[in-house]
């Protein structure tokens, strides 16, 4: 291997992306070099690649066509990134801007696993532990990892623990 002939020029994005120098300077001006980008893109100036070459990729984005991905992130307020990204990793468009709450997610904002414990369906398995009245790592780590008898007796005897005591507040409350 060479020696570096030439010393790194601290405070540039170069050092930062080229060198992968992450002292305090370079750091802050790639920093700052994203945020003129940014703030380019957002009014309309900054170009793209696709306006400089010949090779444009139309996109679909939920049945409308977009002539390139530039276009189709303009329209979307979105990065151009991101539409790649949606492109390389999914194959279509069709979630793209519409956030965590479009259509298609998951209504109750996180992923949950429904659970069967005896005939008894929960939305998850903190909901059925909650129920229960029993700790979530142990009824985690016993519904991902198989239950033996003895789990299952313990279980059963909770599911009816529970069922009894919410069925006694029901009568109190009647």
């Known amino acids: 291997m060479a ?3 030439k010393p790194i020029k601290h405070g540039t994005s170069t050092a930062y992306i080229r060198h992968k120098c992450r002292c305090d300077a370079c750091r802050s001006a790639e920093t700052e070099r994203q945020r ?5 893109w957002i009014a ?3 170009g793209s690649r696709s306006q400089n070459s010949t090779v444009v990729v139309p996109v679909s984005v939920r049945g409308t066509v977009y002539p390139s991905i530039t276009a189709a992130a303009r329209a979307l307020g979105v990065m151009p990134s991101t539409i790649s990204g949606h492109l390389s990793k999914h194959g279509h468009c069709d979630l ?16 949950s696993t429904p659970c069967l414990i005896h005939g008894r369906k929960f939305r998850s398995i ?5 129920y229960l009245g029993v700790g979530y790592p142990g009824l985690y780590k016993a519904m991902t990892r198989g239950m033996s008898p003895a789990v299952s007796d313990k279980l059963l ?10 069925a006694a507040a029901r009568m109190a409350a009647e």
């Not at 003129?36 to 380019?40: F, I, N, P, V």
């Not at 903190?126 to 909650?130: F, G, N, P, V, Y």
Request: charged share 25%; aromatic share 4%.
């Open 36 to 40: 003129r980008w940014r703030a380019r």
């Open 126 to 130: 903190k909901a059925a532990a909650d």
């Open 157 to 166: 005897v909770a599911l009816m623990r529970a069922d009894a005591a919410a």
């Open 3 to 5: 020696p570096r002939t």
């Open 44 to 46: 309309g100036v900054a």
């Open 96 to 111: 793209v801007g519409v956030g965590y709450k479009g259509p298609n997610r998951n209504k109750g904002g996180h992923h």
